[in-house]
């Protein structure tokens, strides 16, 4: 056999040896998923762990890459590319620090999918993919009636409407007992021009549904509730809640017409009682001018007397 191909041989065993040694002592390690929220910061958490051998490890070249498209590239000693709203979570970042964690400043649903982290260090080289969900908050739903008027007297319907989640979750109703009404209802989902989805949630009550007030509920595609609003029946439509009202109405009124009465009682009583007084004690003659007497404030007299009549 040809000793050059001999040689060849050996040789490629051994760079292969070697590069499967030296990728041994290096690996990226990323969490493999990762929920983004939409509209906020995303932290793509990955760092570079060397083995024990590795003394003083230096990171020559590293790169983020999603969908084939570089995001963020550093060789050479400094960043060579970064796409607008990506950035390494730490601003003082240098080449002896093996977090290369990225940054997604203002997360949006185009974001969603798969990121390459790829680090060659002069130990060795290591690459790991991370998978990012971008989740949004449903906004609180917002309830109409048809017809608009409720009244509970006739048929009707409560539309509740929640926009601004994302991915599809779920709208529940409840009366003010929490039992559930769910299966009454229809729900329907649309996606928005901005890719949100709309979930709209159509009740069906018939006349005479005796409930007072109807509670929907938004729930996230992980089944945790988002948010919630209640639909009160208005109380002047329904009879009896409205009689209630009057109810209370006449309650108010009562006691302060006998609490009037009373004082105006007391203070005729009062004005009588001195009046007698004053004409008892002066000549038979003098005419009793008990109102101007009472305004003069002869105020002893009073004192004295009050007591002594009540
Ligand atoms: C995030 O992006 C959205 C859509 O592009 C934009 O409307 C919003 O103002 C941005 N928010 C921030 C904090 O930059
Ligand atoms: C649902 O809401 C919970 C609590 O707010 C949150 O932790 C979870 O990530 C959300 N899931 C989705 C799919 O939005």
């Known amino acids: ?23 041994a002592f290096v690996s990226v390690a990323c969490e493999s998923k990762h929920v983004g929220q ?9 760092v570079v762990e060397t083995s ?18 570089k995001l963020l590239v550093y060789q050479s000693g400094k960043i060579t590319k970064q796409e607008p709203g990506f950035r390494l979570a730490d601003p ?17 649903l185009a974001d969603a999918g798969t990121f390459t982290c790829e680090v060659i260090t002069d130990s060795g080289d290591g690459k790991a993919v991370t998978n990012l969900q971008v989740t949004a ?30 991915p599809e979750g779920q709208i529940r109703w409840f ?55 209640v639909f009160e029946v208005d109380p002047i439509q329904k009879g009896v809640a409205g009689d209630r009202e009057t109810d209370t109405g006449t309650n108010i009124v009562a006691p302060v017409v006998v609490i009037g009465s009373l004082i105006i009682g007391l203070l005729m009583i009062m004005v009588l009682v001195r009046c007698r007084k004053r004409y008892q004690r002066n000549s038979p003659k003098a005419v009793p001018v008990c109102y101007s007497d009472i305004e003069r404030g002869d105020k002893h007299e009073i004192d004295e007397e009050l007591p002594a009549t009540l």
């Open 52 to 69: 024990k051998v590795v003394v003083d490890p230096k990171i020559d070249m590293f790169s983020w890459t999603k969908d084939e498209k």
């Open 175 to 229: 009366d003010e007992s929490n039992a559930e009404w769910t299966k009454s209802s229809h729900m329907t989902v649309h996606r928005t021009p901005n890719g949100l989805v709309h979930l709209s949630s159509e009740l069906s009550l018939l006349r005479g549904s005796i409930f007072s007030s109807y509670t929907c509920v938004v729930f996230n595609a992980s089944g945790d509730k988002d948010d919630e609003t």
């Open 1 to 23: 056999m040809d000793p050059t191909f001999l040689v060849f041989i050996f040789t490629a065993i051994v760079w292969i040896a070697a590069a499967d040694l030296s990728d």
């Open 92 to 108: 003082s970042w240098n080449e002896k620090n093996m977090d290369v964690s990225l940054v997604i400043d203002n997360t949006s």
């Open 137 to 166: 908050r449903y906004n609180k739903p917002i309830i109409h009636s048809i017809p608009e008027k409720f009244t509970g007297v006739s048929d009707s319907v409560l539309i509740c409407d929640a926009y601004g989640g994302y």
């Open 38 to 46: 939409l509209g906020q910061k995303t932290l793509l958490k990955c």
